[in-house]
Nanobody, 127 residues
């Protein structure tokens, strides 16, 4: 599967952005999907994940209550709605996919369980 992330940009603190990740190739509903981010000088970290059906959803504590992950399997797209953005949310955001059947529960929150990655989209939040 090929992933194309978009929607990043420059926004003031308190503002909102919606990221999209369009998938092409194999059936989108076969994949667990995740969003990760990497800030300058820091390691990549988990942001949010959503199961194939969209029923199971996980968030990093740092984004709970502010970010919402969703997917539209008919449009082969996963979204990340980001509200009340903070300067510490500044990072390159990556979408990721895995078709592995054993990636369930909290395994969805670990980047090494994903084997397909988009190119990343930069989110910059100014104070």
């Amino acid at each position: 599967v090929q992933l194309q992330a978009s929607g990043g940009g420059l926004v003031q603190a308190g503002g909102s952005l919606k990221l999209s990740c369009a998938a092409s190739g194999r059936t989108f509903g076969d994949y667990e999907m995740g969003w990760f981010r990497q800030a300058p000088g820091k390691e990549r970290e988990f942001v949010a994940a959503i199961s194939r059906s969209g029923i199971r959803i996980y968030y990093a504590d740092s984004v709970k209550g502010r970010f919402t992950i969703s997917r539209d399997n008919a449009k082969n797209t996963v979204y990340l709605q980001m509200n009340n953005l903070k300067p510490e949310d500044t990072a390159v955001y990556f979408c990721a996919a895995t078709a592995r059947e054993d990636v369930t529960g909290l395994k969805r929150t670990y980047d090494y369980n994903y084997n397909y990655w988009g190119q990343g989209t930069l989110v910059t939040v100014s104070s």
